[in-house]
């Protein structure tokens, strides 16, 4: 901003103090159009491999561990590598003993990864498990569970046992419980109300899982839900949700103690309605629309408690849509887009509250090794 001291002179100390400050006002607002710039998604180094549908894992440490998935030819891979934010680089480490895509990981309360089943490259899915120590860097087999599985969630639950349920096929009615002291599997006897594969698990406040969602063996597209209690280890039924879908985006808000379900798929066609759960009532309440329909996307929490709505597909393409959700309005609004359309990827909170989007499909049949970083 430019001051004409021809103007400025004679007016007197209030009319001074005023230009002065409109001056100051204008290079903060500048410095401020600038930092609002550096805000959104930025790129951060490349993985060393493309991958998608791989897991990944935030560390004690604050690093996030990347393992498994399928490369560019549809290879299914058994290598890792770690991200560290403080440099915004990847270091490859010990590969996993058995080759894992559509896999599902969790972290032990002592800090260590499970990762779990998946298809193994070969002709089959696969029933068995390995730990990743950060401490060593070194993966250990663990107990097998027994039942191939694939689509099928884990959940670390309060009393450090993890909990997976539904798969594709056979088992999709069945869950398991893993008990980390022992390195065991429970049996594959405890039902789920309504077997499904491709359905979303929450950890509730009270320590309960509810799990909504899916498709059954007959690719039918499913709105029930249940709940495990894993002080008895049982399920039980829950309500409906408004609307069946398959691999819907969901978060837990912290705040409120209710779940965010959105989106997702049903039938071919991707979904714009969200509903949100509240287990002290088990009741469902309609939601305001996505400004975007997809399926396949990812939603994080923020340290704020809004949530991100990340990516995924519509009509079959992966798209660069992020939508804001604000738990205090319940609205949806546009948030900066992705750098890379992707569905198949993977989203990290970060310990700093950032937001660490990973590989996945990027459009045209292409598997990206871009990694790309949300700042609030």
Partial sequence: ?????????????????????????AVLSSAGARAEARLGWELTGPMHTSRQSHIAALLPNGQVLVA???????????SAELFDPTTGTWTETESMHTPRGYEAGSVLEDGRVLVIGGADGTCCDTSTAEIYDPATGHWELTGDMGVPRDFFTSTLLNDGRVLVVGAFGSTEGTSQLYDPVTGTWSAPIIATPGGRAGHTATLLADGEVLVVG??????????????????????????????????????????????LVTGGRFGNMPIDTTSLYDPATDTWERGKRLPSARGYLLCVELLDGRVLAIGGTHQGAPVRE?????????????????TNGRNGFTATRLLDGRVLVVGGFSGSGTITNRAEIFTP
């Fill in 322 to 338: 992020v939508d804001i959700y604000d738990p205090a309005t319940g609205r949806w609004k546009m948030g900066p887009k992705l």
């Fill in 68 to 78: 498994g998935g399928l490369d560019v030819t549809d290879t299914v891979l058994a």
């Fill in 214 to 259: 899916g498709v059954d063996g007959t690719f039918m597209f499913l709105k029930s839900a249940a709940v495990f209690d894993p002080a008895t280890d049982s399920w039980s039924d829950a309500r409906s949700i408004k609307g069946a879908r398959f691999l819907p985006g969901t978060a837990f808000l912290s705040g409120s103690g209710k779940v």
């Fill in 1 to 25: 901003m430019r001051i004409d001291r021809r103007r400025v002179h004679g007016m007197g100390p209030t009319w001074l103090i005023l230009v002065v400050v409109l001056a100051a006002a």
